[in-house]
T-cell receptor
Framework: KAGVTQTPRYLIKTRGQQVTLSCSPISGHRSVSWYQQTPGQGLQFLFEYFSETQRNKGNFPGRFSGRQFSNSRSEMNVSTLELGDSALYLC?????????????FGPGTRLLVL | DAKTTQPTSMDCAEGRAANLPCNHSTISGNEYVYWYRQIHSQGPQYIIHGLKNNETNEMASLIITEDRKSSTLILPHATLRDTAVYYCIVRVATGTASKLTFGTGTRLQVTL
């Protein structure tokens, strides 16, 4: 079974721009979670989507948003990019049902903001 | 979710068992212990999880103390490819609380 895939793998943007990252979960998984990893803050939870609805949200500003499509694929968007948004963005998928919440991570998208 | 404490770093000789400890003294009865590892800037890799019984899979064994306040991840025959940051996470596995709270983890260095 194919794993979680994320596109693009690398991205360079400038301050003020916006960016959209994509995540395709493992087949059959309905929950997709997004995380940000930086050297200073470590791995931090952004939000989780299940059946096209945001089910859980971390402590990030409104510039960070996401959505999920009917095929469970998910996108996250960051508007008005700041230098501090440079990070590895990770997507994880799980079945999303109670007692089946083991999350499997994709390889990540590395975003550099100049 | 309960907070975990792990050593910052550990060394292990290749071929020997690597025993990675984790303290989670405030764990609740409905919280599982999960272990992930992250190999240099790749996505975290799921290793194993358990509630109160010891668990074993093809990657590792998880030993949870009877009072559930600590656990040990065992890699039985460490190889150079096991060099990574290992994260111990406790989380509720019921309901819809899917968030994983990562700490700083243990950096395991496997050497020849």
């Amino acid at each position: 079974k194919a794993g979680v895939t994320q596109t693009p793998r690398y991205l360079i943007k400038t301050r003020g721009q916006q960016v959209t990252l994509s995540c395709s979960p493992i087949s059959g998984h309905r929950s997709v979670s997004w995380y940000q990893q930086t050297p200073g803050q470590g791995l931090q939870f952004l939000f989780e989507y299940f059946s096209e609805t945001q089910r859980n949200k971390g402590n990030f500003p409104g510039r960070f948003s996401g959505r999920q499509f009917s095929n469970s694929r998910s996108e996250m968007n960051v508007s008005t990019l700041e230098l501090g948004d440079s990070a590895l963005y990770l997507c994880a998928s799980s079945l999303g049902t109670e007692h089946q919440e083991t999350q499997y991570f994709g390889p990540g998208t590395r975003l550099l903001v100049l | 979710d309960a907070k975990t404490t792990q050593p910052t770093s550990m060394d292990c000789a290749e071929g020997r068992a690597a025993n990675l400890p984790c303290n989670h003294s405030t764990i609740s009865g409905n919280e599982y212990v999960y272990w992930y590892r992250q190999i240099h800037s790749q996505g975290p890799q799921y290793i194993i999880h358990g509630l109160k019984n010891n668990e074993t899979n093809e990657m590792a064994s998880l030993i949870i103390t009877e009072d559930r306040k600590s656990s040990t991840l065992i890699l039985p025959h460490a190889t150079l490819r096991d060099t990574a940051v290992y994260y111990c996470i406790v989380r509720v596995a019921t309901g819809t609380a899917s968030k994983l709270t990562f700490g700083t983890g243990t950096r395991l260095q496997v050497t020849l």
